[in-house]
């Protein structure tokens, strides 16, 4: 069974920037994408960038520019580096291995 724990958020100030951790464990042999998405309250989760195995990433073109996803295969981590952050990038932000795996969330707030 994999399991995913994200680390990383909190709060910072508009054009700032924090860098999201994603460490897995378990199965997670193989090939297999990883991707980043967020939630804020009320509305559905989004992707924000999702890297393939072996693949170019691809992101959202509202962090296009801005956030840049990465993986380190040996540790099991994805990384989402994001920069340059607005008060609309606040939401919870979860990692992700399609199909169904997913962290717990981390909260990333961008205030003044």
């Known amino acids: 069974q994999m399991q995913l724990v994200e680390s990383g958020g909190g709060l910072v100030q508009p054009g700032g920037s924090l860098r999201l951790s994603c460490r897995g464990s378990?199965?997670?042999?193989?090939?297999?994408?990883l991707a980043w998405h967020r939630q804020v309250p009320g509305k559905g989760r989004e992707l924000v960038a999702i890297?393939?195995?072996?693949?170019?990433?691809y992101y959202e073109s509202f962090v296009k520019g801005r956030f840049i996803i990465s993986r380190d295969h040996a540790r099991k981590m994805v990384f989402l580096q994001m920069n340059n952050l607005q008060p609309e990038d606040t939401a919870i932000y979860y990692c992700?291995?399609?199909?169904?795996?997913w962290g717990q969330g981390t909260q990333v707030t961008v205030s003044s």
């Open positions: 992700h291995i399609p199909p169904r795996t």
């Open positions: 890297l393939p195995d072996g693949g170019r990433p």
């Open positions: 378990g199965s997670l042999d193989g090939r297999y994408a």
